[in-house]
């Protein structure tokens, strides 16, 4: 089983910053692909990114240029560097987890699943 617990979210300006993390349990977290979903009040539940274990990314296409994942295999954590934030990014961004090297963006592919953290951006 994994366990994964996201931290970073918070109250920033538009345009700002955040960097969140998402710190896994478990041996197997370099051979996990890892995701990153949002969803804001009332709506689905948002893909956002992925990365495989090589390090193959994907991104959702309003998130390009914008958002960066990332992972750090030796600390077992996951990254999602948030720039040039907008209002509309507000949501709690949830990271997921799941095996093989697909990077699908459906959440139903993703078996493993965080807490959530909240992500606010003032206008």
């Known amino acids: 089983q994994v366990q994964l617990v996201e931290s970073g979210g918070g109250l920033v300006q538009a345009g700002g910053s955040l960097r969140l993390s998402c710190a896994a349990s478990?041996?197997?977290?370099?051979?996990?692909?890892m995701g990153w979903f949002r969803q804001a009040p009332e709506k689905e539940r948002e893909f956002v990114a992925a990365?495989?274990?090589?390090?193959?990314?994907y991104y959702a296409d309003s998130m390009k240029g914008r958002f960066t994942i990332s992972r750090d295999n030796a600390q077992n954590t996951l990254f999602l560097q948030m720039n040039s934030l907008k209002p509309e990014d507000t949501a709690v961004y949830y990271c997921?987890?799941?095996?093989?090297?697909?990077?699908?963006?459906?959440?139903?592919?993703?078996?493993?699943w965080g807490q959530g953290t909240q992500v606010t951006v003032s206008s």
């Open positions: 997921a987890s799941r095996s093989g090297s697909r990077t699908p963006p459906q959440p139903g592919e993703y078996r493993y």
């Open positions: 478990g041996r197997a977290f370099s051979s996990y692909t």
């Open positions: 990365i495989n274990w090589m390090s193959g990314t």
